[in-house]
């Protein structure tokens, strides 16, 4: 059975600093992928990162990287320069690695992001 | 903005009730998720839909059911309702299966069952 876990349920950072946003992951696939999705209180899942099992490089977009250690099994979000807008609950995902298993996500219980000033 | 919109985005319900809930998913997209997201939680996956079948189901029973249309919108239908069916209500649509694709979410439906 697939897990994961984020162990951070709040979290705060000043404005224009970097924050890193914990995930662990249990599974017994070989091929898996790796999901963040922010969550503003507008309840909308927006997409921020994709993390493959068996990429080789850790991914970036923009100011979101993945920190992806595959043998501590763990999938983590730095955010860099954090901005206001960046205050919202962050879930972390995985999806199962074999063709067909098209879209079902398993999520963690999120971690609630404020940036200050 | 993703493409994919649900409808209604707010609803109440009394106990026992049946509901149906919409999700339009973004153009070209032949698979949609459905999830159930309590408050305070993750989402948790209720099941799939791919080229109008039902592909994949989680742990909710059967009183939730779905639809997939020719176009690829879809809906999800809860009878019986209770009180713990009170959640966000998310759709999510891809364009295909496989590895590498993303999961595009729409807005919710928030549903208050009373």
């Known amino acids: 059975a697939q897990k994961i876990t984020q162990t951070q349920p709040g979290m705060f950072v000043q404005e224009k600093e970097a924050v890193t946003l914990d995930c662990t992951y249990d599974?017994?696939?070989?091929?898996?992928?790796l999901f963040w999705y922010k969550q503003p209180s507008s309840g909308e899942m927006i997409f921020l990162i994709y993390q493959g099992s068996y990429d080789q490089q850790n991914a970036t977009e923009g100011r979101y990287s993945l920190n992806f250690q595959k043998a501590r099994k763990s999938a983590n979000l730095v955010i860099s320069a954090s901005q206001l807008g960046d205050s919202a609950m962050y879930f972390c995902?995985?999806?199962?690695?074999?063709?067909?298993?098209?879209?079902?996500?398993?999520f963690g219980t999120g971690t609630q992001l404020k940036v200050e000033l | 903005e993703t493409g994919v919109t649900q409808s209604p985005t707010h609803l109440i319900k009394t106990r026992g009730q049946q509901v149906t809930l919409r999700c339009s998913s973004q153009?070209?997209?032949?698979?949609v998720s459905w999830y159930q997201q309590a408050l305070g939680q993750g989402p948790q996956f209720i099941f799939q839909?791919?080229?109008?079948?039902?592909?994949g189901r989680g742990n909710f029973p059967p009183r939730f059911s779905g639809l997939q249309f020719p176009n690829y919108s879809s809906e999800l239908n809860v009878n019986a309702l209770e009180l713990d069916d009170s959640a966000l209500y998310l759709c999510?649509?891809?364009?295909?299966?496989?590895?590498?694709?993303?999961?595009?979410f729409g807005q919710g439906t928030r549903l208050t069952v009373v």
């Open positions: 995902a995985m999806r199962e690695g074999s063709t067909g298993g098209g879209n079902k996500l398993t």
């Open positions: 153009s070209g997209h032949n698979t």
């Open positions: 839909y791919y080229r109008e079948e039902e592909n």
């Open positions: 599974t017994s696939d070989p091929s898996y992928g």
């Open positions: 999510a649509s891809s364009l295909a299966q496989g590895r590498d694709t993303e999961a595009f």
